[in-house]
């Protein structure tokens, strides 16, 4: 008699979440941005949301939840209700950085979450001040093995993306420079630019202008070929520097549990909002290269990255409380 009751109950519960997979989306959809307005994350995170609600017939509404580097609104992501009403954008840091560095947050990133899709990568770079002693990577790399210990380099902050991209070049070229952490890569950048912090480490979309302008000297890029805005500059790939040359990422994830037919109807939203060519334009003009692709190619990205940072945390000793 109890098995039947089961077996009854999950016949209902099964038809219950077809019927919602059916009906999705009947309202609006919630779209956590885990990082303050006006940012490359804002910006990929917002053009999707504006398309996605054309495509769907419902609004995306956009919610910034920032701080914590991204932990905040990563963990208000995942505690939502696993209906598809509640979305949010995965990045390098909060899917792979923070969960690396800080062992003790509140979500899991491959347990907590659902992917739909990469929307967007971009590149990133090392650059230097002009007025440091090397014209090109090969020249930077001379001058940092001549002298461990006695150039530094500046990110956004402590288990931010720029510092683990840096702590990963160090690892794989066997130099050595010190991390001068910041508040943010605009902080970081206006003392690359004084001369007070030689070498910057960043996401390009924030550094592009003042490279455009004179005012950072580029050397290595992170991506799968020269960029057609740097041709001059070699990838970390073709200075056979494998593991630094993955590019950031920003995706789309939904709450564990969430149904696959659901998965399936917000994946198909976005990799057609991300045909739209003005969206293409916005991305591109932010430095973000489109993406689109399956829930199961973004949820490799996650764990691949997740499994890197794991590994250069142990390898680097990096703590955030350093």
Not at 59 to 84: F, L, M, Q, T, Y
Not at 177 to 197: F, K
Not at 307 to 318: A, E, F, G, S, Y
Request: contains cysteine.
């Amino acid at each position: 008699m109890q098995a039947g009751k089961t077996a009854l109950t999950l016949a209902l519960a099964a038809a219950a979440s077809f019927a919602h997979a059916q009906s999705f989306p009947s309202k609006p959809i919630r779209l956590i941005i885990p990082f303050a307005p006006g940012g490359t994350t804002d910006i990929v995170g917002r053009g999707a949301a504006d398309q996605m609600s054309r495509i769907l017939g419902q609004p995306v509404v956009v919610e910034n939840r920032a701080g914590g580097g991204g932990s905040i609104g990563a963990d208000a992501i995942a505690k939502s209700a696993p209906d598809g009403y509640t979305i949010g954008i995965s990045t390098v840091s909060t899917m792979a950085v923070n969960p690396a560095c800080n062992p003790k947050l509140s979500y899991d990133p491959i347990k907590d979450f659902k992917p739909i899709t990469n929307l967007a990568n971009v590149a990133n770079v090392i650059a230097v001040n002009p007025n440091f002693p090397a014209k090109n990577y090969k020249e930077f790399l001379t001058v940092l093995k001549a002298n461990p210990g006695k150039y530094s380099y500046a990110s956004s902050g402590t288990c931010g993306f720029g510092h683990m991209l840096g702590e990963q070049f160090k690892v794989s070229t066997k130099t050595f420079m010190v991390h001068i952490p910041y508040r943010g890569a605009g902080p970081a950048l206006n003392d690359v630019l004084a001369g007070q912090v030689p070498i910057m480490v960043d996401n390009l979309p924030s550094s592009m202008p003042y490279i455009k302008a004179g005012k950072l000297r580029p050397l290595v890029v992170a991506w799968n070929k020269r960029l057609d805005s740097l041709p001059d500059v070699p990838t970390f790939g073709e200075m056979g520097l494998k593991e630094p040359n993955d590019p950031a990422w920003y995706g789309l994830v939904a709450p564990a549990g969430t149904p696959d037919e659901v998965i399936r109807k917000l994946n198909e939203a976005a990799v057609k909002a991300l045909q739209d060519k003005d969206f293409q334009q916005r991305l591109r003009t932010a430095g973000a290269e489109p993406s689109g692709n399956s829930p199961a190619q973004h949820a490799a990205e996650i764990k691949k990255e997740y499994d890197k940072m794991k590994t250069l945390v142990k390898v680097q000793n990096i703590k955030l409380e350093q």
